[in-house]
């Protein structure tokens, strides 16, 4: 085991209590815990709607669905992402059209996106990566003037601000991350937000096979056993267990998130006139700082070294047109991202964590300064 993992979870005593108690009310799928954690995430966001499942893919997905994305559609999304936000495209058996990014943040290049727009494009996926927001003015004016919906994926940005306004009050739905390395971790899990009702009707009920009422609506009302199949869902419900986690993580949030920021300007201020290249963080908004990413020309040689001194590092991300099945399947090549394909292999991210001591920090910073070029 490495002494200073890449990713620790901030769990304790009170998570494990509130997964008992859940234990202990007999209700192990959706059930109450499920719906106070999203009237809570909702009430924390200032979304109108929160819609609990159990993924950010299966939000994405069903986010594309309630705006009606269909076979031949194009989405637009950058290639600097995990793939899942390719992949839900072609769910559909639409088209994922990538985008580059900005070299300072990795964030969706906006000029190149609305250049990419056709008369097929039903959707914009912008990517809020390592707890930045994109420019979200400049994206939805876009979207507006061609009547294109958005989508957001905020796997990394909670909680994240743009201009003032929580990332998940901005988009027509924004898609939440609440896997174990996630800034609210429950294990698996996910959440989509949304001021349409329409929108969210559609994903509540497509989260349950399509079906017209909620398991806890069934079986927490007597005589309620009747229900009907409305459209062609699928099995995307979060599960009370989850969601027990999720309440006692909410309520920790802004705490989790300063202390990632305190973390990472020590870093900054660390590796300040050196080789060494952090993302910057975009001056209209307050990341959430959930991953700490640098640069450097020997990325490769930096890790190696990292884990040879029982240091956790990562990679974010093998960008999408870099993977076999979509350079397959729809023709992409490194040549046509220059950005995101340097960025990729100059890139690597930090421990960053609550429960990293200055110990850890200098440790680490040590590490990267001795072999960084």
Not at 34 to 56: L, R
Not at 173 to 183: D, L, Q
Not at 295 to 310: F, P, Q, S, W
Not at 323 to 347: C, I, K, M
Request: hydrophobic share 40%; charged share 20%; proline share 5%.
């Amino acid at each position: 085991m490495l002494a200073i993992p890449f990713h620790k979870a901030h769990l304790g005593e009170a998570e494990i209590d509130a997964v008992t108690d859940s234990i202990r009310s007999g209700w192990l799928t959706m059930g109450p815990k499920t719906i106070e954690f999203e009237k809570q995430f909702g009430a924390y966001i200032g979304a109108d709607f929160s819609v609990s499942m159990n993924s950010a893919t299966a939000a994405l997905h069903l986010g594309l669905k309630a705006i009606g994305v269909t076979a031949g559609d194009e989405v637009i999304l950058p290639t600097h992402t995990f793939v899942a936000t390719a992949e839900v495209v072609t769910y559909f058996n639409a088209i994922p059209v990538l985008c580059d990014v900005d070299p300072d943040h990795f964030l969706m290049d906006v000029r190149q996106m609305e250049s990419l727009i056709t008369p097929r494009t039903k959707a914009i996926i912008p990517v809020h990566f390592a707890g930045a927001a994109c420019d979200m003015d400049a994206i939805m004016a876009v979207a507006k003037k061609y009547g294109i919906r958005v989508i957001c994926d905020a796997a990394h940005s909670l909680p994240t601000s743009y201009r003032g306004r929580k990332i998940g009050t901005i988009s027509d739905v924004t898609c939440f991350s609440f896997y174990a390395t996630k800034t609210l971790a429950t294990g698996e899990g996910g959440m989509a937000t949304t001021a349409d009702p329409d929108l969210a009707k559609s994903m509540k009920i497509n989260r349950l096979h399509g079906i017209s009422r909620d398991a806890w609506d069934r079986y927490s009302v007597p005589g309620s056993w009747y229900y009907e199949v409305v459209d062609n869902g699928h099995k995307y419900n979060m599960t009370d267990l989850n969601a027990a986690l999720g309440l006692v993580q909410l309520a920790k949030c802004d705490w989790m998130r300063n202390e990632r920021f305190q973390i990472a300007q020590k870093y900054s201020s660390a590796f300040e006139g050196t080789v060494v290249r952090p993302l910057l963080e975009p001056e209209y908004g307050e990341s959430a700082w959930h991953l700490y990413v640098i640069r450097v020309a020997n990325r490769d040689e930096v890790i190696n070294a990292m884990t040879l001194a029982g240091i956790g590092s990562s990679v974010h991300f093998i960008p999408v047109h870099r993977h076999p099945y979509y350079q397959r399947t729809y023709g992409f090549s490194e040549a046509q991202f220059p950005v995101s394909d340097n960025g990729y292999l100059e890139s690597l991210s930090l421990p960053l964590y609550p429960g990293l001591s200055d110990t850890d920090i200098d440790r680490i910073v040590t590490c990267v300064l001795s072999v960084a070029r």
